[in-house]
Each structure stands twice: as structure tokens, then as C-alpha cells.
């Protein structure tokens, strides 16, 4: 049996992690110096959950995948570039602050509400997909909250791998503490997976899939909604840059056994 | 005034993880800083009383327990509507829980259910005699941030290892059961087993007291031109196995898996460190045959004190990242290292 999916992948963009990034407070809370002028990319998980998406609807004929983004508009608009090479999706862009400091109930709410707004929206056969965490807020919360406004109960974070059985059964591993995997049923969709880093490489880009995409992302970017997304209720004391930087010795020169010897003192410390 | 419930989910054997006690550890301060507050013990699981018997002395008013074979597995639908259920019975305003797998899965969305919000990975937790206020950290390990918050109940996940855990006698207490019925739309979903890499493969321990990180250079062709990648598996699993370290990695490696490229058979993802992989806790980390650039060192946070081996002298190691770094050849090093060790 096979199924026509309907699978909704949030993610929104983050900074390059090569950028030093430095924070600073604003009237509204904290954030990142130049936070508009850092380079973004597609948060990296998000990333993942989206080409496993993409992977699914090419096996399950009928499938779409909608990529529903939050995030100030010109920023998505930099990412979409590349990120519309990747697979085929249809945008549904949300204007709004992306940044770390923001809460994700708030995020959620606003994500629940352009999901439940898609047309034609089947919830048997609709699959949630997001990173499990983001690289900016990196809480692992908003898909939880996205399911409890969805009403959906079956919900999985930290998934490297989604099986479809020939009966609609999902067969789900989730990653749990020591290096290892809980391995899960669930009669079907709707379900809502966070993903972690799955088992699939980074698309290459093709142009082809990417022209195909921008007819339908920029005229998404040019409506997309304004939506007020804070941290309603939480108040920072402070946010600090620990200082990372050692001291550090260089041993050049010096023979392997000498080195051997040294770290191996060290470890019997 | 507060009430603080301490909210944990048992092991299979009915006992508290390490990782709970710890979180335990945290209510009692926050019952003993903040002025008026109650505190109250939430469990649940498939049989709660062993866990209860061994925090009987923490000083809870009160042991809610939601118990039955519905709730031995860790699945969402079962956990959140327990989870739920206790914050309620508890009338709870403050909820502190451990940041267990099974508890980032679903607390969240409880925190959503039953009108209040959630923190996770938090790592201090302060209070006065009025305010709470919690550390976590943002952007991958990058800054960290201190806040308070109004909404109420608020959760408290606190992240293994960074508060001391609670100690005390075990005794007999009675738990209050609270009933939850799970509708069978709670069932939709069967935990069915676990994967576990096979034994030489389950290089993933984070109680080590040393962290061992593989990098790309270890595939990488050598001084004579060709690479040695059976020996490096070996250097690595003969360390492995004397020092009982835990195997980190960085992403270029287990990437190259991906690219059909060979590479050390018993790494995945999994043990992939940085930006995109784990932030783990351990005293001591050497890296080996790595540059260590910032998306991989984000996740040597909680790594205290750091070596490297690189042949690379203007490696990132070298600016900062490590307290000494070792300009040499990691075969070399470390195949006299493990001679060491096994003497
Ligand atoms: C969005 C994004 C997310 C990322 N996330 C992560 C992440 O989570 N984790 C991560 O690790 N990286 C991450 N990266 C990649 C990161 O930027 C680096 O590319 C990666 O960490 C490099 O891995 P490496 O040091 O093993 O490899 P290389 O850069 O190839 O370095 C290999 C090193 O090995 C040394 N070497 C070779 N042979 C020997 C020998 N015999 N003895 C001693 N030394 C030797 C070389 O001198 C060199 O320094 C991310 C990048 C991006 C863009």
C-alpha cells in the first residue's frame, strides 16, 4: 500500500557557524551584533529533516513536501537560493525573528497556525518534520508544542531513520543516550518527527529542481504573513561570551615516545 | 509561593538513573532557597515504589505516582499524558525534571498542555528567597544566558551532569497513585526494542573520564603516500579498550562514509562532536588528526582539559582551543601510547 504523504518540514535559518558571533542587548532582549548582516544558512538539522522528506515523497508517489520557514524575509529569501537547488518543495515563508533568544512556544504557535491555514491539509496523512534542535534557540521544544497544537500525540525527536512498512506501519529509530537507538511502531500518520542527522547526504544542487522551485518561493516570500514572534514573560540577566581561549603549549619537535609518555602521565592523572 | 514538583521516570528496574538524582539535587535547593514553597515528588513508570523507597529522605510532602505496564516504555502519547496528569495532581508551579532523552521528548509538550513553559538543556538553576532564575546556553555552546520567567508551570530540564546529584537514605514510603486512563489513541505507537551497536562498536560512554576524538587525517594519505586506515581502526579500538574512553569524532570522518570513501567501520553519526553533533561532558578530551575548527570545538565545551595530536602546527588547536598541542604524527604517538598503556 503505498501512501501520498503529506509532509510539512519547519525549519529556519541560522548563522554560518564559521562567524564569530558576539551578543548584544536590545530593547526587546538580547540578540546578535549585526545580527541581519551575518550570513545564514538552513539550520542544519532542519536541513537533514528536509532531505529525508524529499527522500520519502520520491518513494511514496503522490507525496508533497512543503518547507515552512520562519524568518526575517530577506534572510529566507539569501537561504532560499541554494536551499531551492537541493529537492523539490513549496514554500511557506513566516515573517518574523529567527534569532536564538526567542521562545519556542511562541515560534510553535506560529507554525501551527500556517499548518492548519495549508489547503488541502489530510492530517491521515500528514508527517511533521523539523531538526530535533535548532542551532540557535537549541531547546528541542518547538515540535513538541507544534504537536499539541495540532492535536497530534505521536511524536518522536532525535530521528535518524523513518521506514514505511508495506502495511502504513512507521518504523522509527530515535536516538536515546549511550550511542543507542529506541526502535518504534506507529500505525501511521499523522505523526511529528524531529530529526537528527538521518543517514542521507547533502543533495547536490540542481539548477533544474531550483527553477522549478523559485516560481513558487518568491511570490511565497512576497506574501509571506508578519508574525510576532518574542520571549513573552522570560527576562534576561545576562547573556555572556564565556572566554574559550587557552593558553595553549606547542610541543614541536620532540620525539613520538616522549609525547607518548607525556599523555599518557596526563591520562593516569 | 511555589510549588516545586520533582517530576522523574524510572529505569526498567523500578530505580532513579544517576541523571534524576541530579535533578532531584536541584528541587531540594530550590525547596530550601525559596521562601513558603512546597515540594512535591512526581514519578512515574511501571512500578514506581523502588524509585520512591530511594529518594524516601528528600524531604517531598507528598509521592505521586503514575505506574502500570502503559507507562514502562518511553512514548510520547503515554509520558505526556502521566507527565501532565502529576503536574496537575501536584498543582505544581515549578516543575524539575532530569533532560533524559525521554524526558526532552516529551515535556515540552506537557509544558504546552497544561498552560505553562518549558527550558531544557538548562544548566544552573539559582534561586532567593522569591526569584528563580536558570542558565542555559545558546547558538551551540556558544554564548550562555541567564533568565527568569513569569509563566507558570514552568519546567526546569535540567541537563545530566551539570548539578550534583541528590544523596540520602532509602526508606519505605507510601506513594499516592494518581489514575490516568490511556485512550487507545495513546497506543498508536509501540516502542518495540533498542539497537545497540555491536560490542566492539559501543564506543559511546558518557561516564568516561577521557574523551577521544577522531578526525579525518587518520584516513588521510600519510607521509609514504598511501593511507592506513586498518591500522588507524586499531591504534583507535586498542586505546579504546585500554583507557575506556568515549569515541568522539568529527563530521568530515563520518561524512566521508557517506561519500563511499573508507573509513574507520565503527563510527556513525552518532559519535559525531560540534555544531552539528554532541556537546558531551567529559574531564579530559585528546584530539587526534584533527584541525579543530570552531564547528567541531563548539562541542568541546564541557571538555575541561584538552590535548591534540595534529601534524599541522598552525592547526586551530593551536590558537586557543587546547592546553597543549602536540605536533607530531598521531600513528606514531599513539601506537607507542597504547604500548604504554598495556605495559
Ligand atoms: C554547517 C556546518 C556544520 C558543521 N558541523 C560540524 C560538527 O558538528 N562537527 C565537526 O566536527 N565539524 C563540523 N563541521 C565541519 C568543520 O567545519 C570541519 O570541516 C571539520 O570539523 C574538519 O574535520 P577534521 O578536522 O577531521 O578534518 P580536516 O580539516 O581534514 O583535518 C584533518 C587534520 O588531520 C591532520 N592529520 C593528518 N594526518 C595526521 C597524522 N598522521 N597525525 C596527526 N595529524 C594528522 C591534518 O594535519 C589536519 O589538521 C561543520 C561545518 C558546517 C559548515
Known sequence: ?269 | METILFLAHTEADGTLAPAALEALGTATSLNTSLANARFIVGLLGENVTPAAQQIASCGAAKFLGVSGADFAPARYASDATAAAALCQAAEATLVVAPATSRFNRCLPGVAQRVGGRADTHVTQVRATADQVSVSRWYYRQRMEGTHTRTQRPWFILVDPGTHPAWTGAAATVAVEPVAVTLEDAAKRTTVTGFRTPAADAQTIRPDASLLLVAGAGWTKKQADGQTHVPEAEQLILDFLRLTRASLGSTKSLVDLGGEGQAVLSFLSHLNQIGQTGATPRHPKGLSTCCHGEEPHTVGWRFINERRAISLDPNCSWARGKADVLYVADAFAVMRKVNELLAA
Not at chain 1, 227 to 246: D, I
Request: proline share 7%; charged share 20%.
Open chain 1, 1 to 269: 500500500m503505498s501512501i501520498a504523504y503529506q509532509i510539512v518540514v519547519c525549519g529556519s535559518i541560522v548563522p554560518d557557524p564559521l562567524q564569530t558571533l558576539t551578543p548584544v542587548t536590545g530593547p526587546t532582549g538580547p540578540g546578535l551584533k549585526n545580527e541581519m548582516m551575518l550570513p545564514a544558512w538552513l539550520d542544519p538539522w532542519a536541513g537533514h529533516a528536509l532531505y529525508e522528506a524529499a527522500h520519502l515523497a520520491k518513494n511514496q508517489p503522490g507525496s508533497k513536501v512543503w518547507l515552512v520557514s520562519l524568518g526575517p524575509k530577506a534572510k529566507l529569501q539569501q537561504v532560499m537560493m541554494t536551499v531551492a537547488q537541493k529537492v523539490p518543495f513549496e514554500l511557506i515563508a513566516l515573517d518574523g525573528a529567527a534569532g536564538g533568544f526567542t521562545d519556542a512556544a511562541e515560534t510553535a504557535a506560529a507554525l501551527a497556525e500556517a499548518i492548519a491555514a495549508l489547503p488541502g491539509l489530510d492530517r491521515s496523512k500528514l508527517l511533521v518534520f523539523g531538526g530535533w534542535e535548532s542551532a540557535s534557540r537549541g531547546a528541542g521544544a518547538t515540535l513538541q508544542i507544534l504537536a499539541e497544537h495540532l492535536g497530534i500525540t505521536d511524536v518522536f525527536m532525535g530521528v535518524d531513520e523513518l521506514k514505511v512498512e508495506a502495511d502504513g506501519t512507521l518504523e522509527i529509530l530515535e536516538r536515546i543516550e549511550g550511542g543507542r537507538h529506541q526502535v518504534s511502531r506507529c500505525s501511521g500518520a499523522p505523526a511529528v518527527l524531529g530529526w537528527a542527522t538521518g543517514n542521507l547526504p547533502e543533495p547536490k544542487n540542481n539548477p533544474q529542481i531550483g527553477m522549478t522551485n523559485m516560481r513558487g518561493v518568491m511570490p511565497a516570500l512576497q506574501k509571506a504573513r508578519s508574525v510576532t514572534v518574542g520571549a513573552t514573560g522570560v527576562t534576561f540577566a545576562e547573556v555572556v561570551l564565556p572566554q574559550q581561549q587557552r593558553q595553549t603549549r606547542i610541543v614541536k619537535d620532540a620525539a613520538p615516545d616522549d609525547i607518548a609518555r607525556e599523555i599518557v602521565d596526563w591520562i593516569k592523572q
